[in-house]
Nanobody, 128 residues
Framework: QVQLVESGGGLVQAGGSLRLSCAASGRTFSSYAMAWFRQAPGKEREFVAAITGSGGYANYADSVKGRFTISRDNAKNTVYLQMNSLKPEDTAVYFC?????????????????????WGQGTQVTVSS
């Protein structure tokens, strides 16, 4: 069982930055790939970024590539999402999620149904 708690959301002006954190419980954090998803009002939840258990590989949605960076600190059981050059269209509730890292050749999935554990979400609002 993995419990996830997000923090770091808030209100920021367009062009600004925020860093989200997701703290995980348990002693096997490095066994899990971690991802960030987001959901805007009236829209489907969408993939933002993901990172393997070791932190050696990350992938991003095209809409955030070059602006957002996912990272993790396995000693602190925490995954981060650094968000720069924020746009109003980045406004959403951001969720972190965990999927068991299947090691060799594993690529973190972009589909939310593949993730077993979810946090409660943190609101990010970008004003124009």
């Amino acid at each position: 069982q993995v419990q996830l708690v997000e923090s770091g959301g808030g209100l920021v002006q367009a062009g600004g930055s925020l860093r989200l954190s997701c703290a995980a419980s348990g002693r096997t954090f490095s066994s899990y790939a971690m991802a960030w998803f987001r959901q805007a009002p009236g829209k489907e939840r969408e993939f933002v970024a993901a990172i393997t258990g070791s932190g050696g590989y990350a992938n991003y949605a095209d809409s955030v590539k070059g602006r957002f960076t996912i990272s993790r600190d396995n000693a602190k059981n925490t995954v981060y999402l650094q968000m720069n050059s924020l746009k109003p269209e980045d406004t959403a509730v951001y969720f972190c999620a965990a999927d068991l890292d299947r090691l060799l050749g594993y690529v973190p999935p972009r589909s939310d149904y593949e993730y077993d554990y979810w946090g409660q979400g943190t609101q990010v609002t970008v004003s124009s």
